[in-house]
């Protein structure tokens, strides 16, 4: 089985960012304190999270500096007790800081962290895997996909929550947060069984979809772009509006399913449902 291309991202970074920057500083006061899709948190509080984002990679790819917090993490769900506890306690620390000055520091540190990934080798080893994607060591093109997405989806919850919906639900920037979430597809399905040949087709309506291919060959699922010369044996059909949404636990189960069609074996279907493409 062939190995997958890599996922191009770095040239949408300065996109992504000045979008950002633009939003903010158009929103008024009161928007900052609306809700998201993050419990707890408001607009204000993502955009302080993303700027955490920033302030982190400049620390580590700059800097070279590392907390000397000693951490016991023996397994994922450490990891995310670990992360979650980090998010929270800055956020609660940033909520002093005036939009203003959030923005600010987040137009000066995205340039920067763009600079920095732009400085690290595409193939070799990153400094973090792409755990959601069962990857105990990753190539940084994948680690600078994955903070892509991280971005993206930040940014689109506080446009959800300040109704600005469709600012960066385009092609050119959708498709490759969706393509990169897919490459969780093979670790989602580690535990199902199939019959040698299942071929299962995955399509993302609307602007910025597209079909991706799950094929078990060897007693192992393998993620394809084209299928191999046969029709698929089952199909989900996920709306491109919420597809983003169920892969980072901004919707449930219950909630995403009038939004998705399932063809075939449910038993080979309905796992997508549960796939998750973020640290959670």
């Not at 299928?227 to 509006?241: L, W």
């Amino acid at each position: 089985m062939q190995s997958l291309p890599a996922i191009s991202t770095l040239a949408l970074f300065p996109v992504l960012h000045e979008k950002l920057i633009m939003l903010l500083r158009s929103l008024p006061a009161e928007d900052w304190q609306l809700p998201t899709l993050c419990k707890g948190w408001s607009v204000k509080d993502i955009a302080s999270h993303l700027l955490d984002g920033n302030f982190r990679r400049i620390t580590l790819y700059r800097d070279q500096y590392q907390s000397p917090e000693k951490t016991d993490i023996r397994s994922y769900h450490d990891l995310i007790d670990y992360l979650n506890r980090l998010n929270n306690d800055w956020v609660r620390a940033t909520r002093r800081l005036s939009p203003r000055l959030l923005t600010d520091l987040l137009a000066q540190t995205g340039a920067e962290v763009y600079n920095l990934f732009k400085a690290l080798p595409p193939n070799e080893p990153a400094i973090f895997s792409v755990a959601w994607a069962g990857e105990a060591v990753s190539p940084n093109w994948f680690h600078i996909a994955r903070e892509y997405t991280e971005n993206w989806h930040h940014q689109q919850q506080i446009r959800l929550a300040v109704n600005q919906p469709d600012g960066i639900m385009t092609t050119e920037l959708y498709y490759p947060l969706l393509d990169t979430f897919m490459r969780a597809l093979p670790h989602t399905y580690r535990q199902v069984t199939a019959r040698e040949g299942t071929l299962l087709q995955v399509s993302v309506t609307g602007e910025g979809g597209g079909n991706w291919y799950l094929y078990r060959e060897q007693q192992a699922w393998h993620l394809l772009y084209h299928p191999p010369f046969r029709q698929p044996s089952d199909r989900v059909t996920i709306d491109g509006r919420i597809a983003w949404r169920l892969f980072t636990k901004g919707i449930s189960r219950e909630a995403a399913e009038p939004y998705v069609q399932q063809e075939g074996d449910g038993a080979i279907t309905a796992p997508i449902l549960g796939m998750v493409s973020v640290m959670a």
